[in-house]
């Protein structure tokens, strides 16, 4: 009787994979949380009931009859005072009445015309730029929708804000100057710098229908009391609401 070959016991399968070596996380910043503390919602209707209270009729220093000459006056005040700007624009929308005068202006003689409000050289091309826009792309009007008005030289977010929210109430944003991107960070309504972030920052916690007063709000509340250097606590009506480290009492 033939005998059965014997069978090769068969090799043992590997029964573990090899394990992935895990990589040790990337050190770096912590990510800044998605909303700073301060912005709790009863902490945030109080400041606006505040502000309201301080500045209910808070509305844009620039001096201007219409949305072509506030967009040029926006334009004109970077770098330099609503006070200022206002002086050469007296004379100034005068003798360039709209979009048409300022586009065919001479550009040196604008220049000129200019120069007290600073940077004057490159706010004559803006200025130029934007105006021959307006009338060769938008029918001599100041665009109502802001990926259009950001099309026209000279103009980011900032310059649209006004514009749009002073001129044609429509709240497409929430103008952050110099006074805003300060105080919404001493207010704890950001841990941002870039204007960009605490716009963004700023229109998650302030109610859209506030958008608009909140911006001039601030800027009145900036050039009065919360002062860059020394910020009057002492006579601020958000005293009571703000932790701010600078804080002069
Ligand atoms: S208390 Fe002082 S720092 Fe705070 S918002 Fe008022 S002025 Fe500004």
Redesign the pocket.
Known sequence: MATKPKRKPAKKKLARAKAKPVKPAKSGKAAKSARAPGTDSQRVAAILAKLDEAYPSATCELNHKNAFELLIATILSAQCTDVRVNQVTQTLFKKYPDAKAFAYATPSELEQEIRPTGFFRNKTKSVVGASKAILEKFDGEVPRAMDEILTLPGVARKTANVVLGTAYGIPSGIVVDTHVQR?AN??DLTRNEDPKKIEQDLMQVIPKDKWILFSHQIIW?GRR??QARK???VE?N??SV?Y?K???I
């Open positions: 105080i001493r207010l509340h009391i919360c910020p009057k606590c601020c958000l005293e703000c701010a600078d804080k002069t």
